[in-house]
């Protein structure tokens, strides 16, 4: 009897004692506001400057702001700079707003600006390339900082939206003035820790598992969430996340498997929102090869051809992959860049030459490979949406034509590894800028490989004209002589059949309803433009 | 205790052994640089991270290192969550103990006694029964059961979660999700899946075993004695057929706990499984290394256990034959 009452008086104040460490969120009472969403994957680390990816950029856009923002429809709107203006061709000068403060209450001044940019430009960090045109970062007043360059860069404002703002003293008192870099071989307090003056603030967060955010009080912008708490939630397997939706456990899930998404807006309590990409999926091939390491053909590089990239071109029907395989959301793409995207031109997207297997057929027959040859074909599993699928498709047409295609997919650590390595005669790849201009397509995936240019133009596509016009539009401060730059140079690759582009997939969020959000083709929730019914 | 220090040495060579054949399949995981760095990252920023983190060094100079860092109780940073290995770990760790534990609790407090049952009552109908759906429990993959139960409890009736922990309680180190109500509805479904094919698999081998041993000279004996049934089956012939499930039960649960990796992707269920898929994705070196070695030191703990429950049970176990047996 005793020991029984021993127990439970135990029990009792084990209960009473513990406090939860995390909740599952029960459902929403009615003052508190609830939004509990879930990604495929958590945010890789909070440290703003740790790693250039697309998703952990978007999500901590929620905590951290930059100097200059993204509005519903990706265009530049005022964030931490009130207004910018180049003062001479060499100097960007930002006007910083007033009376901000970071969600711990030190107030946000130029100082703060200053010592981020150059924590951006230290060792270790992944976001260094968004201010490598900065020579010189200087403090005119406590509101106003100059970016001076060493040569002319119009697009800086559009390269700065994912450079994120933290708070000097906090970041001194913290011992993270430098990036959170795995190179250092110590952990980082702004890895896992979170200071900004972003519309929300971490209230609590265990890595991988879940995080739970509210209002940052101190936020300057207009309040037109009603959100009061939000509780983000990796879900891995697609299925449990569109179960998760479904069964009402979370109020919006993202990305949605397009085969689930009749599913969702069927069942009643919930809807799909859809849209397209920024990122193009696209076909490199090796063209600098004398001899194609995984072909029969020897002692020549068929690639080098223009009438084989052209017949591998017109072999591929991208309606029928749009159709059959992305279940009729994808964009299908007739240029290297997406609608959306700094220096888009509706006459650049649109077939060069039509789907047409005969005339494939002939043109490799005046190649003198009336027969075909064989080669291998690299392809993610892991990385792009049905990126596997699109593959054997593509295996398939070309086989159609006489290619005898053997296809190697694999998870993207090892395709990465080897594509990057140029271990590839024929791969799919996708792109999509992340200052979301036409620049870093041409140098990243079109100008031929050196140093810093060309690291993803895996085919080793060489065009001295292309290359010439980058170096160009890289300096030309007049957006319309901009424009007509980015149109030539792409007009040229489309001539040359470079790269083969094949489409931009379609995005799609399932969202309960009584949820509002704004989708935006960048694939980024902006929990700032979430309301609830 | 010579016994028990001879498994002690042992145990540390298993260790060894198993941390190094780990290393030399961690170059076949890809390259982990590529995911560190983001898209802009040259050529020569990314030479300079593998240099920087010893990846373009021998494999055999990456395992000494490894091992002198292990030793002082270092297992480095995780690539993908910048925080200690270490840690890490040791915050999943709960999480896949509970749901393994109480799964196997599930497995064997079901298996057992139903294996018996159908071994003593054979030909019954119910008994044909319980074997073909337990014949189901073995063939259906682990995925499809967790997602139908998922279709089922979570969308259809709304009764339990789909995924998470539900509501945990933190003592000292230790995370409980036992503890709340939301705690315990969150293990039904992940435990029931990741239990189904234990229990299908121990009723199976309890049964085979009883009827085995129903089988041999002592329990006709023990009939001829004119010992009551009831104290035959489950006196003399049960105990005889508890020990080999008690090897299985053992190893399964170094299975159920290392293995939990499918369960844990469907439930998202924060335990070592789930960290240790997205490692794989991640070609994560270090957390790789820390999670292969602390599996090894698991199993090769499980079968001390089992041996160790050999010696109590057996009398017979004692003595030379003991070193000899389950490893």
Known sequence: ?533 | MSFLLGRLGQTVLVLLVASFVAFALFRYVGDPVNNMVGQAASMADREAVRRALGLDDPMVVQFARFIGNALRGDFGISYRFGQPVAALIGERFPATLELSLISMVIATGLGVPLGVWTALHRGSVLSQVLLAVSLVGVALPTFLIGIALILIFSVGLGWLPSFGRGEVVALGGWTTGLLTVSGLKALVLPSVTLGVFQLALIMRLARAEMLEVMRTDFIRFAKARGLKPRAIEYRHALRNTLLPVITIVGLQFGNVFAFSIIVETVFQWPGLGLLVIQAIQFADVPLLAGYLVLIALCFAVINLAVDLAYVAIDPRVRGSRAAGRAT
């Not at chain 1, 924590?119 to 001076?148: F, N, Q």
């Not at chain 1, 939000?230 to 990305?255: C, K, N, W």
């Not at chain 1, 992305?326 to 240029?335: E, I, L, N, Q, R």
């Open chain 1, 1 to 533: 009897m005793r020991l029984t009452l021993l127990v439970s008086t135990a029990l009792t104040a084990l209960l009473v004692a513990a406090a939860p460490a995390a909740a599952q969120a029960p459902a929403p009472t009615a003052p508190e506001k609830v939004f509990r969403y879930a990604y495929r994957v958590d945010p890789a680390s909070l440290d703003p400057h740790a790693l250039a990816e697309t998703f952990t950029l978007s999500w901590l856009g929620q905590v951290y702001e930059p100097l200059v923002g993204r509005g519903k429809n990706l265009e530049l709107v005022p964030a931490l700079a009130e207004k910018w203006e180049q003062v001479d061709p060499t100097t960007w000068r930002f006007h910083l707003r007033k009376g901000v403060k970071f969600a711990d209450g030190t107030p946000f001044t130029a100082d703060d600006v200053v010592f981020s940019l150059q924590r951006v430009k230290k060792d270790g960090s992944d976001m260094a390339y968004t201010v490598a045109s900065v020579t010189d970062i200087k403090k005119v007043d406590d509101h106003t900082v100059d970016l001076v360059m060493a040569k002319p860069n119009p697009i800086l404002p559009v390269q700065i939206t994912s450079t994120y703002i933290m708070s000097k003293d906090w970041a001194e008192k913290n011992g993270a003035t430098a990036p959170a870099s795995v190179k250092a071989k110590v952990e980082n307090f702004a890895s896992t820790n979170a200071n900004g003056t972003g519309a929300f603030k971490i209230d609590t967060r265990q890595a991988g598992v879940r995080t739970v955010l509210v209002p940052n009080p101190n936020w300057w912008g207009d309040k037109t969430s009603n959100v009061t708490k939000v509780i983000f939630t990796p879900i891995q397997a697609d299925a449990t996340r569109v179960a998760a939706l479904l069964s009402g456990e979370v109020d919006m899930v993202y990305p949605v498997p397009q085969q689930d998404a009749a599913r969702i807006d069927g069942s009643g309590n919930a809807k799909v929102l859809k849209g397209a990409e920024l990122r193009t999926m696209f076909l490199n091939m090796d063209q600098k090869r004398d001899e194609l390491h995984t072909s029969d053909v020897k002692g020549k590089n068929p690639f080098k051809d223009k009438r084989v990239r052209q017949a591998i071109y017109q072999a591929i029907d991208m309606e029928a992959i749009k159709d059959r395989i992305m279940g009729g959301t994808s964009h299908v793409a007739g240029t290297m860049i997406a609608p959306g995207i700094n220096g888009y031109d509706a006459k650049l997207d649109s077939r060069t030459a039509p789907y047409d297997p005969k005339a494939a057929k002939q043109l490799l027959t005046d190649a003198g490979y009336p027969d075909g040859f064989s080669f291998t074909m690299d392809c993610s599993n892991d990385r792009y949406v049905n990126d596997e699928r699109i593959c054997q498709a593509i295996v398939g047409m070309l086989g159609r034509v006489g290619l005898k295609v053997n296809l190697n997919a694999q998870t993207r650590s090892k395709y990465f590894e080897k594509v990057l390595a140029r271990d590839t005669s024929f791969a799919m790849l996708g792109w999509q800028p992340l200052s979301y201009d036409a620049h870093s397509t041409l140098q990243d995936t079109m100008n031929t490989p050196e140093g810093k240019i060309g690291t993803y133009n895996i085919g080793n596509y060489s065009n001295p004209k292309i290359d010439e016009l980058t170096q160009k539009i890289e300096v030309e401060v007049d957006p319309a002589k901009r424009n007509a730059l980015i149109f030539e140079a792409m007009m040229l690759s489309k001539d040359d059949y470079s790269h083969i582009p094949l489409h931009q997939a379609g995005i799609a969020w399932g969202v309960r309803k009584g949820v509002n959000a704004v989708l935006r083709s960048d694939d980024s929730l902006e929990l700032k433009w979430v309301t609830l019914d």
